[in-house]
Structure formats: structure tokens, C-alpha cells
Nanobody, 123 residues
Framework: QVQLVESGGGLVQTGGSLSVSCAVS????????IGWFRQTPGKEREFVAAISRGGGRTYYADSVKGRFTVSRDNAQNKVYLQMSFLKPEDTAVYYC????????????????WGQGTQVTVSS
């Protein structure tokens, strides 16, 4: 059973930066693609970014491309999402999730999820 725990959310002003982390345990971390999703009330969970098991490949939603960077430290079993030039529309609960298949952008394609961390961007 893979367990994921997000941390690092908070309140930031428009144009600011924030980094959220995902600690992974209980499974074979190095065999998992890790994705980041976000969700606001009343909306479906939206893909943000993902990173391959070795960290050599990443992909992003168009809405965050050039502003967000996903990275991972396989020695520490952690994945990071560095967010810059934040906008009010980036406000959401951010989730990390694990899958064994690279390239998935739908939430249904991920097998394990964290509990989420709130990111709020004030205007």
C-alpha cells in the first residue's frame, strides 16, 4: 500500500512563489510516476504536472507550463512542485498521486492519493 502525504501549502500573494512537497512511503517509490492534481469546490480534479519514475521526464498542463516545476528526490522518497508567478486561479487543494504508468493526465489513472494541501493565492 502506497501512502502519500502532501505538505507546504499556504497563502501567497499574486505573483509570488510557493513549493509543495509529497512524501511517499509503503511502496516502490522508484517504480511510480507521481502526478500533481488540484481541485476547487464543485469542479473535477484537474491535472497539473507529473514526473516519471526516474525523474527524467516531466509534463505539465498548459495552464501551468513555464510557471510550475515538478521534481523528485528518489533518495528521500519525495516529489516537489515549485510554483511561481502564482495567480488567483491557481487557488485549490493540491494533491499528489501515484501510478505505474507514465503519461496519464486523468485522475482515474492514478491508484494512490494523498489527503491534499490548500494553496490560496490572494489578489
Amino acid at each position: 500500500q502506497v501512502q502519500l502525504v502532501e505538505s507546504g501549502g499556504g497563502l501567497v500573494q499574486t505573483g509570488g512563489s510557493l513549493s509543495v512537497s509529497c512524501a511517499v512511503s509503503g511502496g516502490t517509490f522508484t517504480k511510480s510516476t507521481i502526478g500533481w492534481f488540484r481541485q476547487t469546490p464543485g469542479k473535477e480534479r484537474e491535472f497539473v504536472a507529473a514526473i516519471s519514475r526516474g525523474g527524467g521526464r516531466t509534463y505539465y498542463a498548459d495552464s501551468v507550463k513555464g510557471r510550475f516545476t515538478v521534481s523528485r528526490d528518489n533518495a528521500q522518497n519525495k516529489v516537489y512542485l515549485q510554483m511561481s508567478f502564482l495567480k488567483p486561479e491557481d487557488t485549490a487543494v493540491y494533491y499528489c498521486a501515484a501510478t505505474t504508468t507514465y503519461g496519464r493526465t486523468l485522475a482515474v489513472g492514478y491508484d494512490y492519493w494523498g489527503q491534499g494541501t490548500q494553496v490560496t493565492v490572494s489578489s
